[in-house]
Each structure stands twice: as C-alpha cells, then as structure tokens.
C-alpha cells in the first residue's frame, strides 16, 4: 500500500457516519479509521457496511491483554476483513506475536498490524509518575517500536516527528501511521505535537490519520482533497 489519507471517523452513530460519507462521491473512497466509539456503539456490522460501500478500514481497537485472549481476540478481527488494525506494544513482546497468530488467516493472508508505542496524550511527567518508567519519552517510543518490529508486526501509530526516527531504526518499509495533523494556522485543539500533511510527507509517514480537520470542516469533500494533494500528489 502506498501513502495515503486515513479520515479518523469518530462519529457515535452508524446513521452519522452514513451520512457523512455520502458527501464523498468522487473517484477517490477515503480509507476510513474506525476507532471505539463508532465500534461500541454499533458493532461489528458498522465495518461490514462501510467495507461494503468499497472503503479501505483501519480499525483502530487498541488491544492490550494476555496474549491469549488477544490472539483469539485477532482471529475474530481477521473474519472481518479490515486492512490495518492495532494493539498496544505495551502489551509486550509474547502479546504481539500471539496477536500476530490469531490474526492469520489458514490461507497465510492477514490484515496488516500495528502497534500503538506511547499514546500522545501521554507526556514525560504521566509515564513517570503514573507508569513507573523513568526513561525519555522518545527513547521509550523508539523501544516500543524495535519490539514491534522484532515480532514480526507492520510498522506503528507515533507522531509524525518520530516517523523519520522510526523508519531509520526498523526500515523504510516499517509502516508509520501518524495522527496529530493540522493545517497551516488551523485549530490544533487537544493535539500538542502536530504537523501539516505536506510536512508529515517530507517527514516521510507513510499514512496519515486526520479527524476534525476534515470531519469539522464546512466543506469536509474540499478539506480531505486538500489532505490528498499536500500528503499524497
Ligand atoms: O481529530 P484528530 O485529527 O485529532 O483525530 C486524530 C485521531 O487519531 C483520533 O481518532 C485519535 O483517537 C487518534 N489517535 C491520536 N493519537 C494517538 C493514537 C490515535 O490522536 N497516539
């Protein structure tokens, strides 16, 4: 898969998200994040429906438990044939392989996997105090991303910052999923470390997630095809 834009959907309701992709009527089907809220309140039928009207789906679930339940957890997933979808590396290394497994299909096809390093609402100060860990912040997301690698995963989610870091530390084919993306003079609202699309490409992320930019926005069509000719033209 090459670079593309992946619109964060974070809508509570199926009707909601119906309606809001119905505005797309161009050649170019946004590939789609579905993340908990949207999951929850509709279930697994919401991916079934918006894979249906011929979108790419990243399903963004975050799991983080014994490797067992994730690996079965995963199997679960697979039947529902999105193209990305995401654990927590904190969930270690065993986790992510058996997440690996469950996620493999007997034919040897599987969606991609990813692995969230430190979430960015996570700073210096939360992850010593509330998390015990006393390393640097990027140190750690850097770690993370070596044991995703080292198990065999696709890439990670980080910030668009770090996605240079990344890919010199696991490869130019180590995924990196980057959400935290403005435009120029835009409202970054709770987002702290953020970029334009047009510098997350010459960062070199390979897709990046964007929500209230484009879901916000009074003409969102114009807003995700602005996305598209900065990150991805
Ligand atoms: O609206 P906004 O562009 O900030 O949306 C970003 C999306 O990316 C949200 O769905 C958010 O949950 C997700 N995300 C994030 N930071 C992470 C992981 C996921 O903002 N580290």
Redesign the pocket.
């Not at 959400?179 to 403005?182: Q, T």
């Given at each position: 898969m090459g670079k593309d834009v992946i619109v964060?959907c974070?809508f509570s309701s199926g009707p909601a998200v119906y309606s809001f992709l119905d505005k797309f009527q161009g050649e170019r089907k946004p590939f789609v994040?579905i993340?908990m809220e949207l999951y929850y309140a509709e279930g697994p039928d919401i991916v079934r429906q918006i894979k249906a009207r011929g979108h790419k789906i990243f399903l963004?679930l975050?799991l983080h438990d014994i490797p067992n339940t994730v690996k079965k957890a995963m199997a679960v997933l697979s039947g529902l044939d999105v193209d990305i979808c995401n654990l927590h590396a904190a969930g270690t290394v065993a986790m992510m392989e058996a997440a690996l497994e469950g996620l493999t299909r007997p034919d040897g096809t599987r969606p991609l996997l990813i692995a969230?390093t430190?979430?960015?609402?996570t700073d210096q100060q939360s992850m010593e105090r509330d998390l015990l860990i006393r390393e640097p912040l990027d140190r750690v997301v850097m770690h993370y991303a070596a044991n995703a690698k080292r198990a065999g995963l696709d890439g990670v989610?980080?910030?668009p910052l770090e996605a240079e870091k990344v890919h010199a530390l696991c490869g130019r084919d180590f995924l990196t999923v980057t959400?935290?993306?403005?435009f120029a003079g835009g409202d970054i609202?709770?987002?702290r470390r953020v970029t334009t699309p047009a510098q997350a490409k010459h960062i070199g992320s390979d897709y990046i997630?964007?929500?209230?930019?484009?879901?916000?926005a009074e003409d969102p069509v114009a807003a995700y095809e602005r996305c598209v000719a900065e990150f991805v033209d």
């Open positions: 964060a974070d994040k993340g963004d975050k969230v430190q979430l960015t609402s989610v980080c910030s959400p935290g993306v403005r609202g709770d987002q997630v964007v929500g209230r930019p484009i879901t916000a």
